[in-house]
């Protein structure tokens, strides 16, 4: 098991802090801060050593922030409408225009948490399910469920399949 250190901690305990602050929104009073600032310190003693792995002050860099959130609010957005659309067109087609297949695409990225989210990321679009994560022979590569197979091509179905997301999730992550 991991050992936690002590910015680790402070990192995991100011995260969970602004969570609470988040979900408490309109009622910001001495008790809640409080309370929260408690629940906050007690949640990263348990559990900054599962949560933080690398670098403890990463997030506190305003460009990596800056692009999670752009990530989150505009790239992933527009990617899961445009998947949303395509996925309604052929749900409410009379023909049913569906070649379903699994395809195994490239990834270029380095860190587990980049992996993660766009694993999830890719999951999250209707039309597609993340189903493994493999390394072979040094390169990492995802098996992709997809609800229309266009091209077995691995390179190609990784461009279709991935769009931006991995270009933007490298940006926070890498």
């Known amino acids: 098991m991991k050992k936690t250190n002590f910015m680790s901690l402070i990192s995991t305990a100011v995260f ?8 408490v929104y309109p009622a910001f009073n001495t008790q809640e801060l409080l309370v929260g600032a408690l629940v906050s310190v007690l949640v990263a003693a348990f559990t900054a050593r599962f949560f933080i792995h690398e670098k403890a002050l990463y997030f506190f860099n305003p460009v990596k922030l800056f692009n999670l959130i752009y990530y989150s609010i505009v790239i992933f957005v527009k990617e899961l409408f445009k998947a949303n659309i395509d996925v309604a067109k052929r749900a409410l087609s009379p ?8 395809v195994k695409i490239p990834v ?3 860190s587990e ?4 989210l766009l694993a999830n990321s890719i999951t999250l679009t209707p039309g597609t399910i ?4 493999t390394e072979e022979e ?3 590569y995802y098996y992709i ?5 266009a091209t077995t091509d691995s390179v190609e179905a990784g461009e279709a399949i991935k769009g931006t997301l991995e270009k933007w999730i490298r ?4």
């Open 16 to 23: 969970c802090f602004i969570c609470w602050m988040l979900f």
């Open 95 to 102: 023909s049913l225009p569906i070649n379903p297949g699994i």
């Open 108 to 110: 270029n990225m380095k």
């Open 113 to 116: 948490y980049g992996l993660a």
């Open 130 to 133: 993340t189903m493994d994560i």
């Open 138 to 140: 040094g390169n990492l």
């Open 145 to 149: 469920h997809w609800i229309d197979v």
């Open 171 to 174: 940006r926070v992550f890498d």
